[in-house]
């Protein structure tokens, strides 16, 4: 089983930048793929990026060129830094490790994004 406490939403104006943060515990984290999600309201959870245990990164077009997912074996944690956010970014974000979390369904509390216009 894997805890992941998400961080660093907020509100931001639409052009503004985010470091969302993720702590995951477990001692698997380092043969993982971790991955960022994320809910809208009124749509369904959807992969945004992903990163492999020797850094491969993967990521949906909907973010891609705006954001860079990276991670720390060694604190266990793994960042989605978001540039250039646009109100459609709007959404509430979970970690995932994604070997574990979207069989379980074991997700964090998220963290709150919103990008006004």
């Known amino acids: 089983q894997v805890q992941l406490v998400e961080s660093g939403g907020g509100l931001v104006q639409a052009g503004g930048s985010l470091r969302l943060s993720c702590a995951a515990s477990g001692s698997m984290f380092s043969i993982h793929a971790m991955g960022w999600y994320r809910q809208a309201p009124g749509k369904q959870r959807e992969l945004v990026a992903s990163?492999?245990?020797?850094?491969?990164?993967n990521y949906a077009d909907a973010v891609k060129g705006r954001s860079t997912i990276s991670r720390d074996n060694a604190k266990n944690t793994v960042y989605l830094q978001m540039n250039s956010l646009e109100p459609e970014d709007t959404a509430v974000y979970y970690c995932a490790d994604l070997t574990i979390t979207p069989m379980s369904g074991d997700w964090g509390q998220g963290t709150q994004v919103t990008v006004s216009s």
């Open positions: 990163v492999y245990p020797r850094g491969h990164t």
